[in-house]
């Protein structure tokens, strides 16, 4: 059957070649598009929350661009901005074998450093998003981080605000977020809560449930 099919499609191509000869028409082969460039690599990515949610959404979004743009194949893993189910699906990325996990950082260095150290003697690339861990850039080659400073991003915030705003001391203002019991996911709110106590604010810690963000 596959001799059959090579030979019509051998046959179809020499009649084709024949009738542009005889017609004075230069039949042009077409020009096969480059791989893309991370095409053949698996990547497991976290959009950190749910599908859907207003901040992993936006994630997922620019996660999808970037397969489409580059032509990895890329698993995805949503967390529903859980720490604890962060470290049993990291754990799971690393049983898949894939060429490169995308993490969030949230679980913190802790409970995420034996598995990143599995994952790096296994040689797969891991880099981090939205909540940086610097200890694990500091140690191991090729580990990255995408995303703010954010104590930096923070304090910036608070400071806008105070200065925009005609804040003053005494005032009082409120700090709302999702992660102040999760130290390493509350490093904006801290930075904004440091700035305006530094202007003399009064502030009140507000919390949200943390699968909102």
Excluded at 115 to 136: H, M, R, S
Aim: aromatic share 10%; hydrophobic share 45%; net charge negative.
């Amino acid at each position: 059957m596959v001799k059959k099919l090579v030979m019509f499609i051998g046959a179809v191509i020499a009649i084709a070649g024949l009738l542009g000869f005889v017609g004075g028409i230069t039949i042009v082969p077409g020009v096969a598009e480059p791989p893309k460039l991370c095409e053949g690599v698996h990547i497991i990515f976290f959009p950190g929350g749910a599908p859907g949610d207003p901040f992993a959404s936006v994630v997922y979004k620019g996660a999808k661009e970037a397969e489409e743009n580059l032509g990895p194949k890329v698993d995805y893993l949503w967390s529903e901005w859980d720490p604890e189910k962060m470290v049993t699906q990291f754990k799971a990325a690393i049983g898949m074998k894939p060429d490169a996990i995308c993490m969030m950082g949230h679980p913190g260095y802790d409970a995420l450093k034996d598995l990143v150290e599995e994952a790096y003697e296994q040689g797969i690339i891991v880099t981090f998003q939205n909540v940086d861990i610097p200890e694990f850039r500091e140690r191991y080659p090729y580990t990255g981080y995408v995303g703010q400073d954010l104590y930096v991003a923070g304090w910036k915030i608070a400071e806008w605000a105070v200065k925009n705003l005609d804040l003053k001391a005494g005032d009082r203002a409120a700090v709302i977020s999702g992660s102040w019991e999760q130290p390493a996911r509350a490093v904006r709110a801290r930075g904004a809560e440091d700035a305006l106590k530094e202007a003399g604010l009064i502030v009140d810690r507000v919390s949200h449930d943390p699968k909102v963000y």
